[in-house]
């Protein structure tokens, strides 16, 4: 049973980076039918995708935030990373990992972790 | 971009009752449209893909249709586990972009 588990600060203060991590287990990470993607929810509110990795490296991210992205893999480890820099309270969300069938038309997710919450605040 | 608008905004019925849910995009999307359920304290679960396809373990009870912009997501006899937050999702293919609905609230009436 594929699993994916998010790890990171619960904490961060504005203009800093914040990194979280997720990792699979249950199924190989170097599927060749799926990207692996992050996607957050502030409280009480909709869902917005961040960005896709795949295992290979091949990165896609939300225009809206590219310029302050950066999602990574590593295969040995079996975990894909989000960095997100100059944080606001805005940023401030349940983030999710999740599995991402890119290739079906609709490109739906899957398979997700429980979630993690990130608070920006001083 | 293309929106995603959701109605209602809230839905209350009582379980055994049918419940429709509605998800409408300002541009036509084929058929590149899924739905979620999310309950509270827990991750959205994958119900319906390419508008019509049950994700793997989802009940009958559970369907999909439309094709365009107007599409339908119909639970035909609401059990008590229904009672959540569904959401739809699009993908546009270029620039990649997935883009969710704001989700519609069925609860008990």
């Known amino acids: 049973q594929l699993q994916l588990q998010e790890s990171g600060p619960g904490l961060v203060r504005p203009s800093e980076t914040v990194s979280l991590t997720c990792t699979v287990s249950g199924a190989s990470i170097k599927s060749y039918n799926y990207y692996w993607a992050w996607i957050r929810q502030p409280p009480g509110k909709g869902l917005e995708w961040i960005g896709t990795?795949?295992?290979?490296?091949?990165?896609n991210y939300n225009l809206s935030l590219r310029s302050r992205v950066t999602i990574s893999v590593n295969t040995s480890t079996s975990q894909f990373s989000l960095r997100l820099s100059s944080v606001t309270a805005a940023d401030t969300a349940i983030y999710y990992c999740?599995?991402?069938?890119?290739?079906?038309?609709?490109?739906?997710?899957?398979?997700w972790g429980h979630g993690a919450l990130v608070t920006v605040s001083s | 971009e293309i929106v995603l608008t959701q109605s209602p905004a809230t839905l209350s019925s009582s379980p055994g009752e049918r419940a429709t849910l509605s998800c409408r995009a300002s541009?036509?999307?084929?058929?590149?449209l899924a739905w979620y359920q999310q309950k509270p304290g827990q991750a959205p679960r994958l119900l319906i893909y390419?508008?019509?396809t049950r994700a793997t373990g989802i009940p009958a009870r559970f369907s999909g249709s439309g094709s365009g912009t107007d599409f339908t997501l119909t639970i035909s006899s609401l059990e008590p586990e229904d009672f959540a937050v569904y959401f739809c999702?699009?993908?546009?293919?270029?620039?990649?972009?997935?883009?969710f609905g704001p989700g519609t609230t069925v609860d008990i009436k």
């Open positions: 999740a599995r991402h069938a890119w290739l079906i038309t609709t490109g739906p997710f899957d398979y």
């Open positions: 390419d508008a019509s």
């Open positions: 541009q036509s999307v084929s058929t590149f």
């Open positions: 999702q699009y993908r546009c293919n270029w620039p990649p972009l997935f883009t």
């Open positions: 990795v795949y295992f290979g490296g091949t990165t």
